[in-house]
Structure formats: C-alpha cells, structure tokens
Nanobody, 123 residues
Framework: VQLQASGGGLVQTGGSHRLSCAAS????????LGWFRQTPKKEREFVAAITWSGARTFYGESVKGRFTISRDNAKNTVYLQMNSLLPEDTAVYYCAAQYSSGTYSNPGEYRYWGQGTLVTVSS
C-alpha cells in the first residue's frame, strides 16, 4: 500500500485547512486509516482514525471537536478537515493505514505510512 499525503501549508490561527491522503496498491475499503502528527519536540501523536467502513471515527484529545476525519472509498482518499487551528497544531502530519487491528491510536499498529505534509499555523 502506498500513501500520498497532500495539502500542507501555512494557515492563520483560527483558520481551517484540509489534508488529503490518496492510497494505492490494495483494496482501499479493507483499510482503517489514521492521521498522526509530529514535531521535533514531541513523539508522534495520534490525531484521528476512521474504520474501513467509515462507521466509526476516533480523535485525539487535543483535536476533538475541531478536526474531522472522513474517507471516500470511491476515490481511495482519506481527509482530515482541520478547523479552529492553533499554533500548537503546527506539525508534520502523516497518514497511515492498517488492517483494522481494533487499536487505532497506537502508531505501532499501522503497517503503512505516507511521507508527511507540513502544516504551519501562524500566531
């Protein structure tokens, strides 16, 4: 499975932005998908995940209520809609895929990773 994240950029505090991650190489609907983020000062942090069907979503505490994960199985793409952005949301964002281990917040459960896309939120 290959994952290609895109959409990073510079956003103002309070603004909105959307990341995309396109997948190829396997049946997209077999995969649960997640977003993680990382800065030089922090370990990789769980942001959001969505099950293979899209029926269930999960969020890290720091983004709950502000970010929304969704998927379009017809386009083999997962999205991360980010609203009310804060400077502490500045990070490299990674998309990842797994075959539904049932544990979605642990990066070790994900077999495939995209290359990362940088989001910078200006204060």
């Amino acid at each position: 499975v290959q994952l290609q994240a895109s959409g990073g950029g510079l956003v103002q505090t309070g603004g909105s932005h959307r990341l995309s991650c396109a997948a190829s190489g396997d049946t997209f609907s077999n995969l649960a998908l997640g977003w993680f983020r990382q800065t030089p000062k922090k370990e990789r942090e769980f942001v959001a995940a969505i099950t293979w069907s899209g029926a269930r979503t999960f969020y890290g505490e720091s983004v709950k209520g502000r970010f929304t994960i969704s998927r379009d199985n017809a386009k083999n793409t997962v999205y991360l809609q980010m609203n009310s952005l804060l400077p502490e949301d500045t990070a490299v964002y990674y998309c990842a895929a797994q075959y539904s281990s049932g544990t979605y917040s642990n990066p070790g459960e994900y077999r495939y990773w995209g290359q990362g896309t940088l989001v910078t939120v200006s204060s």
